[in-house]
Every structure is written in structure tokens, then in C-alpha cells.
């Protein structure tokens, strides 16, 4: 897996889905299993196993820019890597999930947001998300047989820092598998009196079926960026699994760090790297009301003809 670029699918639904049925469908954490043996080059054979939700450590880099609109916001890259399943709140040893110890999986996303309350990039101040586009990756590396030092070939996560300007990058070997993707519906990011920051999103989930195909809900539509069926081998039940995710990126305090690179008073330079966020990512579906699913068909549609479009571009 090389820097991770932005070219996700915008999700026809995004636009029009009713922000209630999403919130109504966040109040408990439903069970999902996992394959681990889905993964190539596992040590040891795994069986299914169940978890509530995935917890981790994540890093972005936000850029100050100004949308067409004059509307301030910050936009950036990031990774959020998954350090542990987690089971009714009880952390499920990598021996019987496979995580951090067979192999490496993780996110990498972009997003951009805008101001919606207080004073730009400073404290006490909140943003709307208007995009957030992910991947989530699996690195079949067998991280157990490493030696201490690891070889270059191995996924390596870089820490964003505001001095000097470093971005949040994912860097390593062309063996990671895509296993599927997610484009926002809706979100919020905030930071608090204490330079300490959280976000939280309600995104999409599709999960890659095959190679140059992909399934949400049950459908499986064209995808080019999908090169195997891992994600549906991984990601076992329910069938048809989730269709969304529901995340929370949160920063302690004082760990926020900003840089002002521009004249006094100038913002449009200013950069800000988050670091150290505890991460924890929850599946669900949508509420199955019938304006719902029409907008699901929507979106699935659209996933058909952007697919075709860019397999028409290529």
C-alpha cells in the first residue's frame, strides 16, 4: 500500500438522507463476526469470531482552505489504524483475531470540513463535515516473524506533526488488499477549550466481492478498484452485512498542535496535525423505512455508472 490518494465514489444518497433514521439506527453497537483466515498468509488456521466493534489509533493532517463558497474549513489525509476487535467492551486477544499479529488492518481517508461555530482554528470552535472518503486495507504481512528492526517492505504508519509539516501517510508493500470503502452521509468535528478534538461520522460501507466487483446491502454492482473477494470473506456476518459505519476519532487534551504559517491574522496557510486519537469504528444498517431503501437504490445505481464511467476513462 503506497500514500493513500483521494478517488473514491460520491454516494448518491449522501445528499438526501434523512439525519433521524441514521441517529435511530446508532443506539446499540450490533454484533458482526470476522474471518481472520479470509486473510492470505495467516501462521495458523483461525475460526469466525464475533466483536461489538474495532478500536485504534489514528493521525490526519489538516490543511486550512477556502471553498467556493468563502465558507472556511479544513481539508486533509489520514490513517486510522486498528489495533484490536473488541467484544461487548472486552478486547479480543490478536492470537484469536489475527490483528497486529498475522496482519495489519487499517484505514487511510480524506475529509474536508467548515466552520460552523466559533473562531477558525482556534478552541471551542465546531466544523460540518462535507466529505469524508475511506478505504479500509488489509496487510497479510506475518507481523509475528518480523525481526525487531522491520524490513522496509513492512506497513509503516508516520505520525502528522504541524512543525515541521509532516502529513499522516500509510507507507509499505504492494500486498495490501482493499477490502472495501465509504463515503460520508454525515459528520461533525469540534475543538475543545483544552486543545483536544473528536470526530464523529456516520459513513457508508462497501464491501469489495470479487475482482471488478463489489456488494452493499445484498447488491453487487461493477467496482474497479476491488481486485478480490476479501472483504466478504472477511467480513462474515450478518448477510448482507452492514451498510454503514459509525466513527469516533478522539484526541486527549494538549495534543492538538497548530501551526500559523502565514502573516499574523493571515489563516489560509495554517495547518493543524492531530495525533495520538483513540479511534473506535461501529457497524449497523440503515432503518429500513421505505424512503430509505429508494434512496439506497439511488446510490446503488450511481455506484453502477461511476464504475462504468471510469472503466470507460481508463
Given at each position: 500500500?503506497?500514500?493513500?490518494?483521494?478517488?473514491?465514489?460520491?454516494?448518491?444518497?449522501?445528499?438526501?438522507?434523512?439525519?433521524?433514521?441514521?441517529?435511530?439506527?446508532?443506539?446499540?453497537?450490533?454484533?458482526?463476526?470476522?474471518?481472520?483466515?479470509?486473510?492470505?498468509?495467516?501462521?495458523?488456521?483461525?475460526?469466525?469470531?464475533?466483536?461489538?466493534?474495532?478500536?485504534?489509533?489514528?493521525?490526519?493532517?489538516?490543511?486550512?482552505?477556502?471553498?467556493?463558497?468563502?465558507?472556511?474549513?479544513?481539508?486533509?489525509?489520514?490513517?486510522?489504524?486498528?489495533?484490536?476487535?473488541?467484544?461487548?467492551?472486552?478486547?479480543?486477544?490478536?492470537?484469536?483475531?489475527?490483528?497486529?499479529?498475522?496482519?495489519?488492518?487499517?484505514?487511510?481517508?480524506?475529509?474536508?470540513?467548515?466552520?460552523?461555530?466559533?473562531?477558525?482554528?482556534?478552541?471551542?470552535?465546531?466544523?460540518?463535515?462535507?466529505?469524508?472518503?475511506?478505504?479500509?486495507?488489509?496487510?497479510?504481512?506475518?507481523i509475528h516473524a518480523l525481526p525487531a528492526s522491520q524490513p522496509a517492505?513492512?506497513?509503516?504508519?508516520?505520525?502528522?506533526?504541524?512543525?515541521?509539516?509532516?502529513?499522516?501517510?500509510?507507507?509499505?508493500?504492494?500486498?495490501?488488499?482493499?477490502?472495501?470503502?465509504g463515503n460520508l452521509l454525515i459528520g461533525t468535528v469540534n475543538i475543545?477549550?483544552?486543545?483536544?478534538?473528536?470526530?464523529?461520522?456516520?459513513?457508508?460501507?462497501?464491501?469489495?466481492?470479487?475482482?471488478?466487483?463489489?456488494?452493499?446491502?445484498?447488491?453487487?454492482?461493477?467496482?474497479?478498484?476491488?481486485?478480490?473477494?476479501?472483504?466478504?470473506?472477511?467480513?462474515?456476518?450478518?448477510?448482507?452485512?452492514?451498510?454503514?459505519?459509525?466513527?469516533?476519532?478522539?484526541?486527549?487534551?494538549?495534543?492538538?498542535?497548530?501551526?500559523?504559517?502565514?502573516?499574523?491574522?493571515?489563516?489560509?496557510?495554517?495547518?493543524?496535525?492531530?495525533?495520538?486519537?483513540?479511534?473506535?469504528?461501529?457497524?449497523?444498517?440503515?432503518?429500513?423505512?421505505?424512503?430509505?431503501?429508494?434512496?439506497?437504490?439511488?446510490?446503488?445505481?450511481?455506484?453502477?455508472?461511476?464504475?462504468?464511467?471510469?472503466?470507460?476513462?481508463?
Amino acid at each position: 500500500m503506497k500514500v493513500f490518494m483521494h478517488n473514491a465514489v460520491t454516494v448518491a444518497m449522501a445528499t438526501g438522507f434523512v439525519f433521524a433514521s441514521v441517529v435511530g439506527s446508532a443506539n446499540a453497537a450490533p454484533a458482526f463476526t470476522i474471518n481472520p483466515s479470509a486473510i492470505p498468509s495467516n501462521s495458523q488456521p483461525y475460526v469466525p469470531i464475533q466483536a461489538t466493534n474495532f478500536s485504534g489509533t489514528s493521525s490526519e493532517l489538516l490543511h486550512a482552505y477556502t471553498t467556493a463558497g468563502g465558507a472556511q474549513g479544513f481539508k486533509g489525509t489520514g490513517w486510522a489504524q486498528i489495533t484490536s476487535a473488541v467484544n461487548d467492551a472486552t478486547p479480543l486477544d490478536s492470537s484469536f483475531t489475527g490483528i497486529n499479529y498475522d496482519y495489519k488492518l487499517y484505514l487511510t481517508y480524506y475529509l474536508e470540513n467548515v466552520l460552523t461555530s466559533g473562531t477558525y482554528g482556534d478552541v471551542n470552535s465546531t466544523y460540518a463535515m462535507t466529505k469524508l472518503d475511506y478505504k479500509i486495507w488489509a496487510d497479510p504481512e506475518t507481523i509475528h516473524a518480523l525481526p525487531a528492526s522491520q524490513p522496509a517492505s513492512a506497513t509503516k504508519f508516520t505520525t502528522a506533526t504541524a512543525t515541521p509539516v509532516a502529513e499522516a501517510l500509510v507507507t509499505g508493500n504492494a500486498e495490501d488488499i482493499l477490502l472495501g470503502y465509504g463515503n460520508l452521509l454525515i459528520g461533525t468535528v469540534n475543538i475543545n477549550s483544552e486543545w483536544g478534538a473528536a470526530l464523529n461520522a456516520v459513513n457508508t460501507l462497501v464491501l469489495c466481492s470479487g475482482n471488478g466487483f463489489a456488494t452493499v446491502h445484498g447488491v453487487t454492482f461493477p467496482e474497479s478498484s476491488c481486485t478480490a473477494d476479501t472483504g466478504v470473506q472477511y467480513f462474515t456476518q450478518p448477510v448482507p452485512f452492514f451498510d454503514l459505519t459509525f466513527s469516533g476519532f478522539n484526541n486527549a487534551a494538549r495534543t492538538l498542535t497548530k501551526n500559523e504559517m502565514g502573516t499574523p491574522g493571515d489563516t489560509s496557510d495554517d495547518v493543524i496535525a492531530v495525533k495520538d486519537a483513540v479511534s473506535v469504528i461501529i457497524f449497523n444498517n440503515m432503518v429500513p423505512e421505505p424512503g430509505s431503501m429508494a434512496l439506497l437504490g439511488i446510490a446503488l445505481a450511481g455506484f453502477g455508472v461511476s464504475s462504468r464511467r471510469n472503466k470507460k476513462t481508463k
